[in-house]
């Protein structure tokens, strides 16, 4: 049975390693060896955000190794928040957040790569990380971000990478919903936003006659001011926002265009000034007017996309902050309504009151919401800033709603009638969850279990699965061997991992590879009977059911002869129940063939060709370790170099990147 190579090794060419024994003969015949490492990385710039509470952000860079060093390779960081893991043989190479070391704000890094014996860089990494942590003790400051006129559906069919981070760091959803008792128009939405109360309690029913506003319901911003004497700054695209808002809700007002809203408020936010902040954008509401509240407008898409950017300013500008290491930020973002197709709101269906809610920070767990309201915003700044919401006749609550929040406490904590366990709101809490996976006894084949919706979210492997649903199911080895479990056929990206003898035992493989093609495979080799929990996780991302295919690995090393020297070679490929699992993706299906270096040199192996895409490795032998893979060097086709000896005998591996197509056409050239 062939093993599973997993690791990239290099040997030194020339040299002898000796020990350090003055006694021992000195061997004058001994060549010196001189050679000097060179590798190459696949990336040379890196970009994350941390946010506390989540975990650390790793990348894994495999190495290229084009001459191995007489001693080995060595990599040093210029930070202590970032640390570097590379064996001297650089069969991989990984840059790991030490999250202990890091304060809120910029941080940039360097890793650089070196041959022992030289004290040249061959590789560097820059690492540029944003920060936003929980200090152990700090001054506590909140942004909130109103975008006039977002819809929550068409939000799904935008670019927004500021809002799915802020999604990262905390609460949201995209199905939170307007104030319920009045038209969805900017006057009362505005107005619920910022007192927490219905239409019904603050007056206001359109837009104007402000004078009418209820005065016993304070807008946050005055809350804040008025008890706990806090500084405030808004910066308001459409201004009849200051008609609405109390005379001394703030001390410092501006207005202007979206990018002047957005500059203002971003130099607001860099000076240090203010504790409490509020912008309102207007150009996604005049988009939506224009061309219609929906996916299917290119200007309103435009617009928000343009939203989510400048939001993205404002974010910026936080994390630039002079006080930002000693302070615990809060972001909140939503919107007054969404609207119709036709360019229209003031419906009370859905189409104009389906809105986004985002609550962001490192003190916010995260989750996405059943439940939210524009109404929330309110409550959640007062219960953020240490005011207690129930103090006041509030028709919001706090991010994330009344709920069970102890599950362990024996109390009712959301007044509901049902305590810990008993109420659905501990359906995910560890304290309250068992697993009992379903048994698919010894089952081998494509589909074993066709269709999967995580749905539990209480297991997480070390390759991810934090944020996600997870379905467990109970498999036991029907004989000794390597076996492969898959989610290839699936439309959803999972993590898939194994654990051994059950859902408390160690865990054995663990894969996840992020993509919307390539979903999970993991590999194990086990005793006959031996039993183990599968678990098909996900990471929070949204998608079809997943699946789970489990079958044998095949044996057969080689399955044909490339013979030797330069060469072209053209076949059917079909399905076979095979994968190999090395450095590159996973290949299914895949086929090995033996092949001979005529001489020493540097040889291209390459699936020009090929009617489908292609993962490629080349072996030391059946049994050997990895010389090299490589995945789409064009157009889906494979292709690498390797620098070999005279006589070197290889197996080259060609299989499929994901799918599992029944019929193809599989071409391997190899030349120098």
């Known amino acids: 049975m062939r093993p599973l190579p997993l690791l990239l090794l290099a040997a030194c060419s020339g040299g002898k390693l000796t ?17 000097v490492g060179a590798l190459t990385l696949p990336e040379s710039t890196l970009e994350a955000f941390y ?22 390779f060595v990599a040093e960081s210029s930070a202590a928040w970032l640390v570097p893991a590379l064996p001297a043989e650089a069969s991989s190479f990984a840059l790991t957040v030490n999250a202990d070391a890091l304060v809120s704000g910029r941080h940039d890094a360097t890793v650089t790569v070196r041959d022992q014996d030289s004290a040249a860089p061959l590789a560097t990494v820059a690492v540029h990380l944003d920060v936003l942590v929980q200090p152990a003790e700090g ?15 068409a939000l799904q069919s935008a670019y927004t990478p500021t809002l799915n981070r802020l999604a990262e760091g905390g609460a949201w959803t995209r199905e939170a919903t307007t104030q319920l008792t009045g038209d969805t128009n900017s006057g009362p939405g505005w107005t619920s936003v910022l007192t927490g ?35 405030t700054a808004a910066s308001i695209q459409w201004t009849p926002i200051y008609e609405i808002l109390e005379d001394d809700a703030v001390d410092q007002a501006w207005s202007g265009s979206e990018a002047e809203v957005t500059a203002q408020m971003a130099g607001g936010l860099r000076s240090g000034l203010y504790d409490v902040h509020f ?3 207007d150009d996604v509401d005049a988009a939506g007017h224009a061309s219609g509240y929906t996916a299917a407008s290119d200007t309103y898409l435009t617009a ?66 059943d439940v939210a309201s524009h109404l929330d915003i309110h409550p959640t700044v007062l219960e953020f800033l240490g005011l207690d919401p129930g103090d006041y006749t509030l028709d919001g609550v706090a991010v994330g709603g009344l709920r069970e929040r102890e599950c362990e406490n024996g109390v009712d904590d959301d007044g509901d009638g049902r305590t810990d366990c008993d109420d659905p709101d501990c359906a995910q809490d560890e304290a309250c969850w068992t697993c009992d996976p379903e048994d698919l006894g010894s089952d081998i084949g494509a589909a074993v279990v066709s269709s999967i919706t995580p749905a539990v979210n209480q297991l997480a492997g070390s390759c991810g699965g934090d944020d996600g649903g997870e379905s467990v199911f109970l ?33 054995i493989a663990c894969n996840d590879q992020p993509s919307s093609t390539v979903r999970s495979v993991v590999a194990a080799e086990l005793d006959v009977g031996q039993r183990l929990a599968v678990v098909v996780d996900t990471d929070g991302v949204d998608g079809n059911a997943a699946c789970l295919a489990i079958y044998p690995y095949s044996d057969s090393c080689p399955d044909d002869s490339l013979g030797s020297g330069e060469t072209s070679r053209t076949d059917a490929w079909t399905h076979r129940d095979v ?39 080349v072996l030391d032998g059946c049994d050997g370790v990895e010389l090299g893979c490589n995945d789409d060097a064009t157009d889906y086709q494979s292709e690498l170099s390797l620098t070999l000896s005279a006589g070197q005998d290889v197996v080259v591996g060609v299989g499929s990147f994901a799918g599992r197509s029944s019929s193809g056409t599989r071409v391997i050239n190899v030349s120098r």
């Not at 946010?51 to 080995?72: D, F």
């Not at 603050?202 to 500084?231: C, E, M, Q, W």
């Not at 080895?477 to 035992?505: I, Q």
Request: aromatic share 10%.
């Open 197 to 231: 109360v219905e239409v019904s309690r603050h007056g206001i029913t359109a837009n104007g006659d402000y004078d009418d506003r209820n005065t016993a319901y304070p807008s946050f911003l005055y809350r804040v001011k008025d008890a706990l004497g806090l500084s």
């Open 579 to 617: 994968v190999y699992a090395g450095t590159c993706p996973p290949a299914v299906s895949v086929a090995w063939f033996s092949w001979t270096a005529p001489e020493a040199g540097t040889w291209t192996f390459d699936t020009y060709g090929s009617d489908y895409d292609t993962v490629l490795y």
């Open 19 to 35: 020990l350090d024994d003055s006694s021992a003969p000195v061997d004058d015949s001994a060549p010196s060896c001189d050679a």
């Open 139 to 153: 001054e506590r400051k909140v942004l909130v971000v109103g975008v006039d006129g977002l819809d929550g559906e």
């Open 475 to 507: 498999w036991t080895a029907p004989e000794a061997g390597w076996y492969a479990f898959d989610t290839m056929d699936c439309y959803r990206d999972t993590v898939l991992y194994l654990l051994d003898g059950g859902c408390e035992g160690p865990e």
């Open 304 to 369: 928000v996309e343009q939203a989510d950017a400048d939001i993205g300013v404002l974010l910026g500008a936080i994390l630039d902050r002079p006080t930002i290491a000693a302070e615990d930020w809060l972001i909140l973002v939503t919107s007054d309504h969404g609207g119709t197709e036709g360019g229209t709101h003031g419906c009370r269906s859905d189409d104009c009151r389906t809105i986004p809610f985002y609550a962001a920070g490192p003190s916010v767990p995260n989750e996405q919401l």
């Open 279 to 281: 912008v309102h954008f």
């Open 51 to 72: 946010w506390g509470g989540n975990e650390p952000p790793r990348w894994s860079l495999p190495p290229t190794v084009t001459q191995a060093p007489c001693v080995g």
